[in-house]
């Protein structure tokens, strides 16, 4: 009897309760549900990759720039941004990051700057083979002209095919693009360069953007409808785009850091003179194991870089004649023959028309004035301890001097005492007890001695 007037009020209390959670429930969903609102968190905004290429384009960077894109792919990323800087490099890893490009799901823009960079040789064929091309203020590209990759100058009909192919493979790139064939032909042919300026204004133009910074080149690129190489197109959304700088992996940055030429000669010149004193004193260990080490990282380097044999061979000439100085008394001629092989041989190392890829002759002449001066001091010891009498056995007894210990008649024999040792000795002379006597000859236990 008590429970029934309790029953309308609880009622009416749940139905109070009710209708406060059906009030508040879309302002807390609101609230608490991530992504409930455009643009409430980092998820809603575009991803923008971008990446600094500022080296020689050779295997190490053509795989940095491939994994790149690779994971752009793979996080669905807006776009890939390289920064490009380069006086070229082979013409193998620059295909395989234009065909890396042509396959990407993720739209690719290539930017030269900031102000005063350039992309020269491959750099221009990976500019004009990106999805959008842009330049800073002060910048320029072109000057595409293949050189032979041994630096060595190529007969005119491989030029010439080497030309033809290369400026067969800009023309695709360019027309596809829809950028200026012509120029692009003329950047490989002609070695022509053009400034932002000058590829902006062309027509069709060879770029797409004039921006001085990244931030500055999404602001201008912002919902830009681009064109794939397949054909299909593609709005650009990237303002306000959270952009992810990629760096290269320790392994990436240390191989890419040894293909330099300056890197690789002082490499080479290291491993060869550790193998040279490993050679001179066996059993030394560490300049054998060092020497090899600069050896082995300095051939994987000249796999990328134009490297003239020819010099190598002069630079192994020149060592060998320093080896020789040990065992034939040329009076020096040895050795200066080697420095002057040493220095030519490192003189056209790397011979190339372009100069980033040019050992600089500020480390040449320091490496080849130590080397030298390590080297000549060496077989100055060599030889110095060649022409050192010697102080063992028979040898080590002539010119001895000591004190006879009893008179020695001409031609009869008598006692002496040299060497901390008492012999018997004979002379042509007479000697007699208590004087110095010195070592002429040694004949079985028997000493010839004069007086000293």
Known sequence: MRRS?????????????AGLVGLLSPLVGALTLPGSSAGSGPESQPLVLSAVVEAIIHPVSAEYMVETIDRADAESASLVVFTLRTPGGLVDATRTIISKMIAAKTPVAVW???????????????????????????THIGAAHPVEGSGEKMDETMAKKAAQDVAAYARTLAAKRGRNVELAEAAVKESRAFTEEEALKASPPLIDVVAPDVKSLLEKLDGRTIRRFDGSTVVLHTAGARVVPIEMSWRQRVLSALA??????????????????????????????AGGICLLLAFFVFQILPVNYAGVLLILFGILLFVLELKVASYGLLSAGGIISLLLGSMILMDTTVPELKVSLTVILPVVAAI??????????????????????????????????????PGGTGRVETHGEIWTATSAEAIAEGDQVRVTAVRGLTLTVTKG
């Open 372 to 409: 030298a001066a390590i080297l000549i001091f060496l077989v100055r010891l060599a030889v110095a301890s060649q022409l050192r009498r010697s102080v063992t056995g028979e040898a080590g007894m002539v010119g001895e001097i000591g004190a006879a210990l009893t008179s020695i008649v």
């Open 5 to 17: 007037p309790a029953r309308p009020c609880r009622l009416a209390r749940l139905a109070v309760a």
């Open 260 to 289: 330099h030429p300056n890197i690789a000669y002082i490499l080479l010149s290291l491993g060869m003179l550790g193998l040279t004193i490993e050679l001179w004193n066996p059993g030394a260990v560490l300049p054998g194991v």
């Open 112 to 138: 030269i700057g900031p102000a005063g960079a350039r992309a020269a040789s491959a750099g221009f064929l990976l500019t004009i083979a990106a999805d959008v091309a842009a330049m800073a203020p002060g």
